[in-house]
């Protein structure tokens, strides 16, 4: 997993996206979970800007989230 944007930047891309897209990071985290199992991050990238037609940098941004988010599960 790469970092795709800085730390402060990936939180402000974050906080725009339910004001953008009209649905909370965590639904979007979800729709993410419950998707297909792609293993690239610029698979899943793709995936979701073509089947929700989002923007480029939010798709990365739920996408790098959801990656941050599955690998501390892990840790626990």
């Not at 930047?9 to 979800?30: F, K, Q, Y």
């Amino acid at each position: 997993m790469s970092q795709v944007f800085s730390e402060e930047t990936h939180r402000n891309m974050l906080a725009r996206i339910p004001h953008c897209t009209g649905r909370e990071v965590s639904d979007w985290l979800r729709t993410v979970d419950e998707g297909p199992a792609l293993f690239r991050f610029e698979e899943k990238v793709s995936w979701l800007r073509h089947e929700y037609d989002l923007a480029y940098g939010h798709a990365k941004a739920l996408i790098h989230e959801y990656d941050l988010r599955r690998a501390a599960r892990k840790l626990l």
